[in-house]
T-cell receptor, first 123, second 115 residues
């Protein structure tokens, strides 16, 4: 069964500090997808990134960067020079994929979320 | 592209009453999902539609819950004989058809409070 662990329940930093949110996952599949979502106080989940299991290249998007390491089953998220607007709950999620006999890859739709990390950035 | 919309945004009901929520996905997204999120937890998958067909249903979804997507566009989630334990945020998400990607885009949610 797939499982996502976000060990950090809450993190508090001062503006302009860098912060890393940890995500560790478990899956038996060799093909899967990992996601990060942001949930600001307004409540709506905002998609940040999707990464498939074959692509271990780290990604940088502005102040955001992601470090995917299959060897440790981790998909960590770093915010550089944090800002007050970054304050939110951040969720890591995993979705497994099933390859059918005709090699037509199908994505399982049962996305599993971690419990989330509440990030507070103080001015 | 106006995003996923959900109505109502808030619903307060008494135990034992029936409630119905609506989700309008992003246009041309043929896949639609329902999740439930309780305070301090991540969303939990409830059910999934591809077009009008309900293809997956979680064990979390008791017989009091029913979801429909009759024309493959909007979807409704009905809870019959509500219980206090049903109080949660109900989230809807949609994603485009293969192979355009499988990222799920979420609506603002419907917050249900059962008194």
């Amino acid at each position: 069964a797939q499982k996502v662990t976000q060990a950090q329940t809450e993190i508090s930093v001062v503006e302009k500090e860098d912060v890393t949110l940890d995500c560790v996952y478990e899956t038996r599949d060799t093909t899967y997808y990992l996601f990060w979502y942001k949930q600001p106080p307004s409540g709506e989940l905002v998609f940040l990134i999707r990464r498939n299991s074959f692509d271990e290249q780290n990604e940088i998007s502005g102040r955001y960067s992601w470090n995917f390491q299959k060897s440790t089953s981790s998909f960590n998220f770093t915010i550089t020079a944090s800002q007050v607007v970054d304050s939110a709950v951040y969720f890591c999620a995993l979705s497994e994929s099933t390859i059918r006999s005709d090699n037509d890859m199908r994505l399982t739709n049962d996305m599993r979320f971690g419990a989330g990390t509440r990030l507070t950035v103080k001015p | 592209d106006t995003g996923v919309s959900q109505n109502p945004r808030h619903k307060i009901t008494k135990r034992g009453q029936n409630v119905t929520f609506r989700c309008d996905p992003i246009s041309e997204h043929n896949r639609l999902y329902w999740y439930r999120q309780t305070l301090g937890q991540g969303p939990e998958f409830l059910t999934y539609f591809q077009n009008e067909a309900q293809l997956e249903k979680s064990r979390l979804l008791s017989d009091r819950f029913s979801a429909e997507r009759p024309k493959g566009s909007f979807s409704t989630l009905e809870i019959q004989r509500t219980e206090q334990g049903d109080s949660a945020m109900y989230l809807c998400a949609s994603s485009p058809p293969f192979p355009r990607g499988d990222t799920q885009y979420f609506g603002p949610g419907t917050r249900l409070t059962v008194l």
